[in-house]
């Protein structure tokens, strides 16, 4: 289901749009998004993204321009997130606040990773497959664990000097 109030730039793809579930959201030119992916309230996604099948983008949430998101990818919004209040009472929005999370421009996450609140995934940088990402990564960065840790950078791994962006 895509909600009214949904904000679709123009060539947006959503070819199976009866198998996702967008709401007060903002989807930006061009991107694609795959079935069975939710999108929150509030949450932003910028031009030219990939959304793979089966991903929760929740509020709070903003992901730059060109960034590409794996199967599976869970984002987190609230770092100590409870059923009830102290008085046993069921908790509502109004008993939490949304811990906002940003995805910098043509970053890539691997398949089942899962992002927790607050963190910043810098540009251009790679988040392995079932990562567990729970501190900001740096531009550029490879991580991949449980918690996730840096293992290397894109530069170098696409065969570029990360001081010059040349060759070597």
């Known amino acids: 289901m895509i909600a009214p109030d949904v904000v679709l730039a123009p060539d947006v793809a959503i070819h199976q749009p009866e198998l996702v579930n967008l709401y007060g959201c903002t989807i ?3 991107t694609r998004i795959g079935p069975f992916v939710e999108i929150q309230r509030g949450a932003r996604i910028g031009a030219y993204c990939k959304i793979s099948s089966h991903t929760f ?5 903003e992901i730059e ?3 590409f998101v794996g199967h599976g990818v869970m984002f987190i919004n609230d770092l100590y997130p409870q059923a009830l209040n102290q008085d046993d009472s069921l908790q509502t929005e109004a008993d939490w606040k949304v811990i906002p999370t940003r995805v910098r421009k043509r970053a890539s996450i ?3 990773a899962t992002i ?3 963190v910043t995934i810098g540009e251009g940088c790679l ?4 990562a567990v990402v729970s501190k900001d990564v740096p531009d550029y960065a ?7 840790k840096i293992i ?3 530069r170098r791994a696409q065969g570029k000097n990360p001081a010059t962006r040349e060759g070597g």
Not at 57 to 61: A, E, L
Not at 142 to 147: E, K, L, R
């Open 110 to 112: 691997g398949s089942n």
């Open 116 to 118: 927790l609140a607050g």
């Open 57 to 61: 983008i929740c509020s709070g949430v």
């Open 28 to 30: 930006g030119k061009a």
């Open 142 to 148: 490879i991580v991949a664990g449980v918690p996730a």
């Open 152 to 154: 290397g950078d894109v």
């Open 127 to 130: 988040v392995g497959a079932g």
């Open 65 to 67: 321009d060109g960034v």
